[in-house]
């Protein structure tokens, strides 16, 4: 089945120590995003790759960067990790760009920072 | 600044009864809401999209109302089952793919 797959499920590092999360997709999708969800709180969008054009969030902070080296790989580099990163992060996909497309996420990567 | 707001207290129904979700929208217009479920641990999954000028959608036992007067969306499931205990967000695009989750309610079918 076409599917978004993010690996690992659950990833623990240490405050300070460069950590990266991998989404993959079969679906082909265009667009392929990063959001961070806190217990309790609504997914926020870091940012999206729309193909090769990367889109950052005016509020995402410069710890977080990605990279799309193609159609279907993303990653998430977070370069220095604090506590308050801790977090799921959830990769998320979408055929095009458009108001009306729906998103297409994948299971999550649960961070914890110790 | 645009916000879309939902009742972040759980919400506990008895199975078979129809449950009904807010979603509120201020200082905006969104042209589309969609609603997505996510189930503890996992990531949300598309339930159904409404456009600005569509007052009513169904999708089986479930129904999304758009008012702009009111600036509001209601999610319904009818005949609820304890397998629809999960959590649900509205999701909102506007004209410059501002992409906005609510914070969800979450919802207990009691059996």
């Known amino acids: 089945d076409a599917m978004v797959i993010q690996n690992p499920r659950y990833q623990v590092t240490q405050f300070g120590k460069p950590v990266t999360l991998s989404c993959s997709q079969t679906?082909?999708?265009?667009?392929m995003y990063w959001y961070q969800q806190k217990s309790s709180q609504a997914p926020k969008l870091l940012f999206h790759?729309?193909?090769?054009?990367?889109?950052n969030e005016a509020d995402t902070p410069d710890n977080f960067q990605s990279r799309r080296p193609n159609t279907s790989f993303c990653f998430l580099d977070i370069r220095s990790p604090g506590l308050g990163d801790a977090a799921m992060y959830l990769c998320?996909?979408?055929?095009?760009?458009?108001?009306?497309?729906?998103?297409?996420f994948g299971s999550g990567t649960q961070l914890s920072v110790l | 600044s645009q916000k879309i707001e939902q009742n972040s207290e759980a919400l506990n129904i008895q199975e078979g009864k129809t449950a009904t979700l807010t979603c509120n929208y201020t200082?905006?217009?969104?042209?589309?809401l969609q609603w997505y479920r996510q189930d503890p641990g996992r990531g949300p999954v598309f339930l159904l999209l409404?456009?600005?000028?569509?007052k009513e959608k169904r999708k089986e036992r479930l129904k999304v109302t758009f008012d702009t007067t009111l600036k509001q969306s209601l999610f319904h499931i009818t005949a609820s089952q304890p397998a629809d205990s999960a959590t649900y967000l509205c999701?909102?695009?506007?004209?410059?793919?501002?992409?906005?989750f609510g914070t969800g309610t979450r919802l207990k079918v009691l059996a």
């Open positions: 998320a996909t979408s055929p095009r760009l458009g108001n009306h497309e729906k998103l297409f």
């Open positions: 679906l082909n999708h265009n667009v």
């Open positions: 999701h909102h695009t506007s004209g410059t793919y501002k992409y906005i």
């Open positions: 790759y729309y193909d090769k054009d990367f889109n």
């Open positions: 409404i456009r600005e000028n569509e």
């Open positions: 200082n905006y217009s969104p042209a589309y």
